[in-house]
């Protein structure tokens, strides 16, 4: 993991909460049960810095 852009993943869980992640690749979204721990450390929840569930 390189940490640009490019390796960022939009991810959701089984209660359709929304993540932003850095994985390998750059797959289309996945779930976040699909993401190693290492990948999960990364991952930051949408809602904490758009401000509204679904946006």
Known sequence: M???????V??????GHE???????NDDKRELDGLSENERET????NDFI???RW
């Open 2 to 8: 390189n940490g640009d852009f490019g390796s960022l």
């Open 10 to 15: 939009w991810v959701s869980d089984k209660e």
């Open 19 to 25: 993540y932003v992640c850095v994985a390998n690749g």
């Open 43 to 46: 991952c930051t929840n949408v």
């Open 51 to 53: 401000g509204t569930d």
